[in-house]
Nanobody
């Protein structure tokens, strides 16, 4: 069983920044990938950013150049630095990983960007 605990969400004005954190209950050193997803009401959950074990990253087109995903293996934590936030970034953000055939999700953290 893997637990993922997110933090760092909140209310920010358009153009502002937030940093989300996701701390795992296990060592993330050998995990193949960890990612951030978001899901707006009535819409499918979408990938925001993912970071592989080797450090390579991939981003949704809508956040490229604004968001940065990183990992600190010593702290078992993955971060999502979000800059130049837009009202359309408002939604719940979820941390995700995949271990031994199972998907694990955090409880979600709300990000609200006011115009």
């Amino acid at each position: 069983q893997v637990q993922l605990v997110e933090s760092g969400g909140g209310l920010v004005q358009a153009g502002g920044s937030l940093r989300l954190s996701c701390t795992a209950s296990i060592s993330i050193f050998n995990l193949n990938a960890m990612g951030w997803y978001r899901q707006a009401p009535g819409k499918q959950r979408e990938l925001v950013a993912v970071i592989a074990r080797g450090g390579s990253t991939n981003y949704a087109d809508s956040v490229k150049g604004r968001f940065t995903i990183s990992r600190d293996n010593a702290k078992n934590t993955v971060y999502l630095q979000m800059n130049s936030l837009k009202p359309e970034d408002t939604t719940v953000y979820y941390c995700h990983t995949f271990v031994r055939g199972y998907d694990y999700w955090g409880q979600g953290t709300q990000v609200t960007v006011s115009s």
